[in-house]
């Protein structure tokens, strides 16, 4: 009867123990920090046209200005905050074969701040398509071409300037391209009365 006493005990307090662990631990889970990036710091052959994440080990709170983040060379783009994570989704795709510097600053959780967090990563040579290593192409009604920044760009260059930007856009789709990322604009020449 006694060691079933001394077992009860032993059980209570232990199990006493347990809960103060998991309650302080709780409690100090750690201070906010970054717990991944993508790409990867430091990686090398990132892509021009994924997203750019930094996922922390806590929830944040709330909507980080854009001001909060940079990114350097300079890229138009969206920042967005989700529970644990900053993400960028570039308006185009990032610049080929160059390497790029991401800064977090004053981000928040409920109880803690990062101040200043930074990494890099440098985008792969921009591979392009038998199609794309083909352009400019011209025609009677129009021209294709690729801007710097790999954006695929249509001029039209004579009347009907829509059905011919049109026939640009379905040339385009025959050759497996994106259309919906595709500038179009009319030569001054070209434009409808």
Do not use: C, H, W
């Not at 892509?47 to 980080?64: A, G, M, Q, R, V």
């Not at 300079?74 to 795709?93: C, E, H, L, M, Y």
């Not at 038998?130 to 710097?148: C, K, V």
């Not at 760009?153 to 385009?172: M, R």
Request: glycine share 6%; no cysteine.
């Amino acid at each position: 009867m006694r060691f079933k006493k001394q077992l009860i005990i032993l059980t209570v307090v232990a199990t006493g123990f347990l809960i103060y662990l998991g309650l302080s631990g709780q409690q100090k889970a750690g201070k906010l920090a970054v717990i991944s990036t993508s790409p990867v710091s430091k990686s090398l052959n990132a892509s021009t046209k994924n997203p750019i994440n930094i996922n922390f080990n806590k929830d944040l709170l709330s909507e980080t200005p854009y001001s909060q983040f940079t990114i350097n060379p300079v890229a138009d783009g969206r920042v967005t905050v989700n529970n644990k994570a900053i993400s960028f989704v570039p308006a185009g795709q990032l610049r080929p074969d160059t390497e790029y510097t991401i800064s977090i600053f004053d981000v928040q959780s409920a109880a803690d701040v990062i101040s200043e967090y930074s990494f890099n990563f440098t985008t792969g040579k921009q591979k392009l398509s038998s199609f794309e290593q083909g352009l400019p192409i011209s025609t009677n009604e129009y021209t294709i071409d690729r801007l710097s920044d790999g954006t695929i760009i249509v001029t039209v260059t004579s009347t009907p300037a829509d059905l011919n930007a049109s026939k640009a856009l379905e040339f385009l789709k025959s050759n497996g391209v994106d259309t919906s990322k595709v500038l179009v604009q009319k030569a001054p020449s070209s434009r409808d009365n």
